[in-house]
T-cell receptor
């Protein structure tokens, strides 16, 4: 079992819809969670970090964390074609906060 | 922009040759990381550094060595490149030891033929 799992997609949503991206992780002592966006041929760009159970909102993005279910998600409201990218989930554990583990990413396509 | 540059940005080399990739940062960050990214595997940590001359292994360190003689430079060396090391290599820094957020450089695409 991979440590951080994401559906590879592609996930396709129409412009203006809500895109929902999901991530599960296997290590119960994970404490820090991150979402990165990566455009084709570019480097990952941090868009959200979340550390506590519940929701965290930043503009059109909402990260949701449920540590009991070992589940973190990213919602993108009012999706735009410019949101089309691969979204990477990343997880840090408290015992090695230099060893960030990444999921393989979910490719999102927003259709005009 | 976290003030990170990587060089070269693209490189093609032959099996068995040594290769060194350079990561340079301008903002005096203590922690630096090298990752590789391959289809289906996502990003995997190769080595990291927590200060000048202080480095440690990551998940996929075999076949790689690193050096950090100055705060601003973190070098990744493939002593004898193999085709399995064909990948995109990213350098990253942590700017904040409270949030542990990592920020990435532009990447180096390495092809070993």
């Amino acid at each position: 079992q991979k440590e951080v799992e994401q559906n590879s997609g592609p996930l396709s949503v129409p412009e203006g819809a809500i895109a929902s991206l999901n991530c599960t992780y296997s290590d119960r002592v994970s404490q820090s969670f991150f979402w990165y966006r990566q455009y084709s041929g570019k480097s990952p760009e941090l868009i959200m970090s979340i550390y506590s159970n519940g929701d965290k909102e930043d503009g059109r993005f909402t990260a949701q964390l449920n540590k009991a279910s070992q589940y973190v998600s990213l919602l993108i409201r009012d999706s735009q074609p410019s949101d089309s990218a691969t979204y990477l989930c990343a997880v840090l554990t408290y015992y090695n906060n230099n060893d960030m583990r990444f999921g393989a990413g979910t490719r999102l396509t927003v259709k005009p | 922009d976290a003030g990170i540059t990587q060089s070269p940005r693209h490189k093609v080399t032959e099996t068995g040759t040594p290769v060194t990739l350079r990561c340079h940062q301008t903002e005096n960050h203590r922690y630096m990381y090298w990752y590789r990214q391959d289809p289906g595997h996502g990003l995997r940590l190769i080595h990291y550094s927590y200060g000048v001359k202080d480095t440690d292994k990551g998940e996929v360190s075999d076949g790689y060595s690193v050096s950090r003689s100055k705060t601003e430079d973190f070098l990744l060396t493939l002593e004898s490149a193999t085709s399995s090391q064909t990948s995109v290599y990213f350098c990253a820094i942590t700017s904040d030891r409270v949030s542990y957020e990592q920020y990435f450089g532009p990447g180096t695409r390495l092809t070993v033929t």
